[in-house]
């Protein structure tokens, strides 16, 4: 593979300092992700995972170390050049999905393409076609309070995709959902990095995690286990198990 | 994104808010419909001024009859009908700073031309009149000096009355009748419009005093050198108060007694109309300092609602930057929210302060003024405040941390 892994860290530290007292919040931590992968990071919290997605995320530096997000080295970055990478090479999704309440579902799956200078038809043409792809083709006028939280997730990974990035970074993306929404939700994920896009998913959820090919552990900042699962769990699969059950509860 | 977009989508956000943001306005609305109002009144005192000057012809003292007080009962101002042309000799005899003393009687006739009529105001004047009230001859000519002192039938017309008798036609040479009476026209008044009363000045004609006296006005054939009006010019506005107090211990002496009343009424028109005016710029400068007040108050109200703002929306900031909103975006999209709050609050206290120097110009009779280099002002002044004031908060949302914000309750 000539392209550059989506995600490399090199001995990456951070260190917050509060007054007197240093907190390595992460401590010499390095691997890399490759392009087209589904990678959970677990740990327990103040693990560290938090801080690596916000550096995964490019939306914090480390401390020490390299980090080349998409071959790009962001560890001496401004801050608009973060912004940058962040609208062009990552794609959030959120445990409280992060709608804007006053926008309807296709424009807030637009919004970030406002801030790469596309015009306005060309924004909402890919917003509409992005809906309908996580299956909301009927709900792009509705606004968020609107819409249940499965709906909202999927508004939220649209709008996570609609700049083509070259990963979503998900943080506990199914942890407001019930859990047949929620596997809903990881049926998507999947889907889509069948298509070759490649997923990260911050979670402390062991279930959630083994929907990955591969998951990171994280225990008081330091990477603790890099394990590959050979067989993920499928969510469409048990979706469909289910069923029957479900709609006979309905 | 592009200016239009940032407009809507700061339109929306203080749509989403509109009670909050129209009483955020309220100090930009007072503000500004204050200095719109202040300009008005400022400037139409002012313009009120010149018109009444230009009217008046400057420098100029006006005599007429004082009120006739006859066994207690106070009859209306010239009632007593006693000032005469000798009043206007003497005048002329002892004011040395006079330009000119111009006797005038004045009535209302029917002129006739041909087919055409048209009733109107007579003045008897002297050549003098035109000097005095900086009025010239647009066509023709003024009176000869035979015709002013044997009283000529000559007419010289108002614009109006030209109109009215002559359409098209040239009236020079032409003879038409008042009160039965031929007069040739021998000039036409260059026009002067209307007064600030509304009043058209050019629906007037002037003949020779005798003339007036003699053959059109019926009231002056028992009193034949009785006059209606002394117009008084002085040479300039440095001799003017000099020249009031001459013609008034002038008239003084010709009218020692009082126990009728006053004899007389001497007006300084400009000075009236100046201390008219005084009071209302100093209405004009209260209003300024109201309009800074509350500019100031606007302002802070807008920086104000706008750090509540930025609080409240403290998440979207927060997700705005995740997906690649930069700190400048995030600073403008405030900034223009903070500048449409002013330009909104600007624009309805425009359109009040429009409305207020209607109704000023409709009580005080003066021009309407409210200038587009005024309303520019307006709404460039409401900018910079939006500006100003919107800095600060739209700062402290661009510097936000993404990460804080977005974890931010």
Redesign the interface.
């Known amino acids: 593979m000539s392209a550059p892994p989506v995600v490399a860290v090199e001995g990456v530290s951070k260190i917050y300092s509060t007054g007197d007292v240093e907190v390595r919040a992460l401590d010499g931590v390095g691997f890399t992700i490759e392009r087209g992968a589904f990678v959970a990071i677990m740990g327990p919290s103040g693990s560290g995972k938090s801080t690596l997605m916000n550096l995964i995320g490019c939306l914090d530096r480390p401390s020490h170390g390299r980090l080349l997000i998409d071959g790009t080295d962001i560890s001496a970055l401004s801050s608009d050049a973060l912004a940058t990478i962040r609208r062009r090479t990552i794609g959030f999704v959120f445990q409280t999905f992060h709608l804007l309440p006053r926008l309807t579902a296709v424009d807030n799956v637009a919004m970030p393409l406002s801030y790469t200078g596309a015009p306005v038809g060309e924004r909402r043409k890919r917003a509409t076609a992005l809906l309908a792809a996580v299956g909301l083709d009927d709900r792009a006028r509705h606004f968020p309070p609107q819409l249940s939280g499965g709906q909202k997730q999927r508004v939220a990974i649209a709008r996570a995709l609609v700049a083509d990035p070259a990963m979503v970074l998900a943080d506990e993306p199914t942890g407001a959902l019930d859990t047949r929404t929620g596997r809903e939700i990881l049926a998507l994920l999947q889907s889509l990095n069948a298509k070759g896009r490649t997923i990260v998913v911050v979670t402390h959820d062991e279930e959630v995690a083994r929907h990955a090919g591969r998951i990171l552990r994280f225990r008081d900042g330091r990477l603790v286990g890099d394990e590959t699962i050979e067989a993920p769990l499928d969510a469409a699969e048990r979706l469909r198990g289910e069923n029957p059950r479900k709609e006979a509860a309905e | ?2 200016a239009i ?1 940032a407009v809507r989508m700061a339109l ?2 203080l749509g ?1 808010n509109w009670l909050r943001s129209a009483l955020t306005m309220l100090g930009m609305v007072i503000g500004v419909t204050a200095v719109i109002a202040t300009f008005a009144i400022g400037v139409g005192a002012q313009v009120a001024i010149g018109k009444v000057i230009a009217n008046l012809g400057s420098n100029v003292l006006m005599v007429w009859p004082g009120n006739a007080n006859i066994g207690g009962t106070r009859g209306p101002s010239g009632a007593s009908g006693r000032l005469s042309e000798r009043d206007a000799d003497a005048l002329r005899r002892e004011l040395d700073g006079a330009l000119v003393v111009a006797p005038t009687v004045s009535g209302n006739v029917q002129a006739v031309n041909g087919n055409l009529n048209w009733q109107t105001r007579v003045n008897g004047v002297t050549n003098d009149l035109f000097i005095a009230r900086d009025w010239e001859i647009a066509d023709g000519r003024i009176f000869s000096e035979q015709e002013e002192r044997r009283g000529g039938k000559v007419v010289i017309l108002g614009e109006t009355v030209a109109d009215q008798l002559f359409g098209d036609t040239d009236p020079i040479g032409a003879v038409i009748r008042l009160q039965r009476v031929p007069f040739e026209v021998v000039g036409v008044m260059r026009p002067k419009g209307q007064t600030m009363f509304g009043q058209d000045q050019d629906d007037v004609m002037f003949v020779p005093l005798d003339a007036a006296r003699l053959r059109l006005v019926g009231r002056f054939r028992s009193r034949p050198d009785q006059v209606d009006m002394i117009t008084i010019k002085a040479r300039s506005a440095e001799v003017l108060s000099q020249v009031e107090e001459e013609a008034r211990s002038a008239l003084d002496r010709r009218y020692p007694q009082a126990e009728t009343g006053e004899a007389y009424n001497l007006r300084n028109m400009t000075q009236i109309v100046e201390a008219q005016t005084s009071a209302a710029r100093t209405l004009s400068r209260l209003l300024g300092v109201v309009a800074t007040i509350a500019l100031v108050v606007g302002g802070i109200g807008i920086m104000n609602i706008m750090l509540v703002s930025v609080t409240e929306r403290t ?2 900031i ?12 995030i600073r403008r999209q405030f900034l223009v929210e903070a500048v449409m709050l002013a330009l909104l609050g600007g624009t309805i206290g425009i359109i009040l302060g429009a409305a207020v120097s209607i109704v000023v110009a409709s009580l005080t009779g003066w021009p309407l003024v409210i200038a587009p280099e005024v309303i520019a002002i307006a709404f460039g002044f409401s900018a910079t405040i939006g500006v100003f004031f919107g800095w600060y908060p739209a700062t402290k949302a661009a510097r936000l941390d ?2 804080e914000a ?1 974890r931010y309750e």
């Open positions: 994104m592009s977009e929306a956000a989403a998440r979207e927060g997700l705005r930057m995740a997906v690649g909103a930069r700190r400048r975006d993404p990460i977005l």
